[in-house]
């Protein structure tokens, strides 16, 4: 299971804008690189990110091989109640990665 | 004999010019074409009429290496129930597959605003498009210079 990084405020305002960065652990290849062999890297790439939190949708991204290695975003959530902030990464062979941390609204 | 004459035939400009269309072409990387952007954008937004503003995007204007380029769009919108981002799709000109990505703004989002890291093959304009909910296509596009591009440190061109 790849590492991932993420990064929610233990405590928020209602009505705040809180700001959540995720990072995952991954090559992200975009199929133009070689081995040391000669023959093409095949790609190999997280398809899908998405974030939801009080059961709604936050952010979601249909990632592309353009994204760097270890894709990574920052975004901007509604703090309405306290609750899980549920983060699911899907790669192209249908490996599902997920990660949650706890969000308190005051 | 034979070769001393035939290659008295040629002309000095001519062998020149011939030599120098032969480094041009190997040095030129076949990257995607303004056809090819032109065919991503209307795969993602059909024909819908594109207006200049509304969406701001935030680049270094001169990339190290383009292996890692950190962008920031922003979009103005109010994110109410009724007026908000419905997508944002990011893309880059001169790369070989131009379509970097589609963001999608859920009901909890606050603002329309994200970060992420991108991969540029060289220097070239970076294209944000946002499609607000009442499906108007607004779009930015910023130049950045790459000094080292994503793809350069390959030893496969194309």
Redesign the interface.
Known sequence: MPNTRIRVPKTAKAG???EIRAIIQHPME?G???DSQ?T?IPVEIITDFTC???G??????????????N??????????KSGPVDFRWVDQDGTITTATEQLDVT | MTDQSDSANWSRRGVLAGLGAGVMLLAMPVRADDASVAQAITDTFGHTPRRDGKITLKLPPLAETGNTVPLTVTVDSPMSNTERVKRVVVFANRNPRPLIAIMTFGPKAATAEFSTNMRLSGTQDVIAMAELSDGSVWQTQVRVLVTVGACDTLQLRY
């Open positions: 705040d804008a809180v975009n133009f690189r070689l000669g093409a939801t939190y009080d709604g949708e936050v952010f979601s991204v249909k990632l592309e091989p353009g994204l760097s290695a894709p990574y975003f920052s975004f901007y959530l509604k703090a309405t």
